[in-house]
Nanobody, 113 residues
Framework: VQLQASGGGQVQPGGSTRFSCRAS????????MNWYRQAPGKQRELVAE???????NYAESVKGRFTVSRDNVRRVVDLQMNRVKPEDTAVYYC????????WGQGTQVTVSS
């Protein structure tokens, strides 16, 4: 199983950025795909979840600002981040559980003016 993430970088407060994560080695359409983040000195937290049967779930802190979407043909899950805040600064990880936990490489987002 491989999860390859891309995106992120530096963005100004109130701006937007987007992550993508491409999965291989799993039957993607049956997998729940997650985005986690870890800020300096804090525990890793679940940001958004895209379930295999459609529903999505979000951390309260990002509801209304972040959107998770998936393309089962391309085997990609995206995280669109709008109206970002400095507290969104973190390393973001793509994750799935497919008989075991699998993580993509972390991708940094820095929200700063």
């Amino acid at each position: 199983v491989q999860l390859q993430a891309s995106g992120g970088g530096q963005v100004q407060p109130g701006g937007s950025t987007r992550f993508s994560c491409r999965a291989s080695g799993i039957v993607f359409k049956y997998a729940t795909m997650n985005w986690y983040r870890q800020a300096p000195g804090k525990q890793r937290e679940l940001v958004a979840e895209s379930t295999s049967d459609g529903p999505t779930n979000y951390a309260e802190s990002v509801k209304g600002r972040f959107t998770v979407s998936r393309d089962n043909v391309r085997r990609v899950v995206d995280l669109q981040m709008n109206r970002v805040k400095p507290e969104d600064t973190a390393v973001y990880y793509c994750h799935t559980f497919w008989r075991s936990d699998f993580w993509g490489q972390g991708t940094q987002v820095t929200v700063s003016s």
